[in-house]
């Protein structure tokens, strides 16, 4: 079993930056085999991939929407990932997930995230 429990988010003006942070508690997390993803979702809408991280290569996906303002990375030690997030929209406002499975690469598919994290709110305003 493992937990993820997420820390920062919040309100930001157009513009602005914030970030988010997601710890990985468990004994199962295999450094080798797993990778953490972020996930968001805007009130009336499915939920949506953002970036993911590939533990072991550090291999790095985007979704379109979030190349070039945001970048995730990781700290092997903590076993923490962070989403640093710049440039912020309106249209960025949701509740954000992090995640984490069994996968090498770093998929944008959420079938194969099998933990998540409690979700924290970011609000973006124009």
């Known amino acids: 079993q493992l937990q993820l429990v997420q820390s920062g988010g919040g309100s930001v003006q157009v513009g602005g930056s914030l970030s988010l942070n997601c710890e990985v508690f468990g004994r199962t997390f295999n450094r080798y085999r797993n990778t953490v993803g972020w996930f968001r979702q805007a009130p009336g809408k499915e939920r949506e991939f953002v970036a993911a991280i590939a533990w072991y290569s550090g291999t790095t996906t985007y979704a379109d929407s979030a190349k070039g303002r945001f970048t995730i990375s990781r700290d092997n030690a903590k076993l923490t990932t962070d989403l640093q997030m710049n440039s912020l929209k309106p249209e960025d406002t949701a509740i954000y997930f992090c995640?984490?499975?069994?996968?090498?690469?770093?998929?944008?598919?959420?079938?194969?995230?099998?933990?998540w994290g409690q979700g924290t709110q970011v609000t973006v305003s124009s």
């Open positions: 995640a984490t499975g069994r996968s090498v690469i770093s998929t944008m598919n959420d079938s194969e995230y099998d933990y």
